[in-house]
T-cell receptor, first 112, second 114 residues
Framework: EAGVTQFPSHSVIEKGQTVTLRCDPISGHDNLYWYRRVMGKEIKFLLH????????ESGMPNNRFLAERTGGTYSTLKVQPAELEDSGVYFC??????????FGPGTRLTVL | GESVGLHLPTLSVQEGDNSIINCAYS??????FIWYKQESGKGPQFIIDIRSNMDKRQGQRVTVLLNKTVKHLSLQIAATQPGDSAVYFCAETSLSYNTDKLIFGTGTRLQVFP
């Protein structure tokens, strides 16, 4: 069974540009989560989808971040415009039954 | 690497010894706890979990202990191997409050030397 996949693995952009991260959850997992670790900090929750609906977006830092999950399959996280403090590693996770979240390898975002 | 700038406590153990990694959690309402292992360049990997109605749970070479009185969680690894070298995170959540949001600890780096 394929795990959670994320694309790209690395992204380097300049401040003010736009970046879109993609997550493909494990097939059949209705729950999809985004987390991130910015430099020097813990892994922090961003939001949770159940199928295509946002169940909890309490961790989204501001309106520069937009997450979508059209069709309830893969998800995208867009940062527009990117700021220096957005640099970090963005993780996606998925789960079937809420008890166990399976994480992807992460996307390392560097904003210059 | 990913942990640059994040000063993690480090536990160094000799191969074959037992390891104990500790975690203090923050929310007394948390009812589900998970230990994750993260190797360099990879995402957190599930190791073992425990619900708040238990105080101990065992897996293969790993045991998790939960002390709700002092809000403390520990992960014990028996016969530590070089492949156990990684950063270990505890995470908590409150499923009874209808949230799946995991709250992660800062992590502990485990180094295994021969």
């Amino acid at each position: 069974e394929a795990g959670v996949t994320q694309f790209p693995s690395h992204s380097v952009i300049e401040k003010g540009q736009t970046v879109t991260l993609r997550c493909d959850p494990i097939s059949g997992h209705d729950n999809l989560y985004w987390y991130r670790r910015v430099m020097g900090k813990e892994i922090k929750f961003l939001l949770h989808f159940v199928k295509e609906s946002k169940q909890d977006e309490s961790g989204m830092p501001n309106n520069r971040f937009l997450a979508e999950r059209t069709g309830g399959t893969y998800s995208t996280l867009k940062v527009q415009p990117a700021e220096l403090e957005d640099s970090g590693v963005y993780f996606c996770a998925s789960s079937q039954d809420r008890w166990q979240q399976f994480f992807g390898p992460g996307t390392r975002l560097t904003v210059l | 690497g990913e942990s640059v700038g994040l000063h993690l406590p480090t536990l160094s153990v000799q191969e074959g010894d037992n390891s104990i990694i500790n975690c203090a959690y923050s929310n007394s309402a948390s009812d589900y706890f998970i230990w994750y292992k993260q190797e360099s360049g990879k995402g957190p990997q599930f190791i073992i979990d425990i619900r708040s109605n238990m105080d101990k749970r065992q897996g293969q070479r790993v045991t998790v202990l939960l002390n709700k009185t002092v809000k403390h969680l520990s992960l014990q690894i028996a016969a530590t191997q070089p492949g156990d070298s990684a950063v270990y995170f505890c995470a908590e959540t409150s499923l009874s409050y209808n949230t799946d949001k995991l709250i992660f600890g800062t992590g502990t780096r485990l180094q295994v030397f021969p």
